[in-house]
């Protein structure tokens, strides 16, 4: 079965920059991965869609993050990357990794669909 495992994350001053990793697993025996997209959930608010990357590459941010944060994609790897710099403590939230769309090989090697799967989270924390 496939996963996407998050990491990074953490506790930094204001101004400060993170950089968060989502990786689609086991590598190996992923085929493709189409859009992938950040989500964050500040305490007591919705989740926010704030950054996603196509298959091809193409970007959104939200306006919360425009010009603090970018995304690149390691298709080898099957890994994501959100770099955030200037760091808010607006900013403090647990962030989401989704993945829309990836094909991959099941234990019987025949190419399978997974859809709309999520990574476990990771707390982000900006002091003021």
């Known amino acids: 079965q496939v996963q996407v495992v998050q990491s990074g994350g953490g506790f930094v001053p204001a101004g400060e920059s993170l950089r968060l990793s989502c990786a689609c697993a086991?590598?190996?025996?992923?085929?493709?991965?189409?859009?992938m997209n950040w989500y964050r959930q500040a305490p007591g608010k919705q989740r926010e869609l704030i950054v996603t990357?196509?298959?091809?590459?193409?970007?959104s941010f939200a306006d919360s993050v425009k010009g603090r944060f970018t995304i690149s994609r390691d298709d080898a790897k099957k890994t994501t990357y959100l770099q955030m710099n200037s760091l808010r403590p607006e900013d403090t939230a647990v962030y989401y990794c989704?993945?829309?769309?990836?094909?991959?090989?099941?234990?019987?090697?025949?190419?399978?669909?997974?859809?709309?799967?999520w990574g476990q989270g990771a707390q982000v924390t900006v002091s003021s």
């Open positions: 990357i196509t298959k091809g590459g193409s970007t």
């Open positions: 086991p590598s190996g025996s992923i085929l493709s991965i189409n859009t």
């Open positions: 989704a993945v829309d769309r990836m094909l991959f090989l099941d234990q019987t090697g025949g190419a399978k669909e997974a859809v709309d799967y």
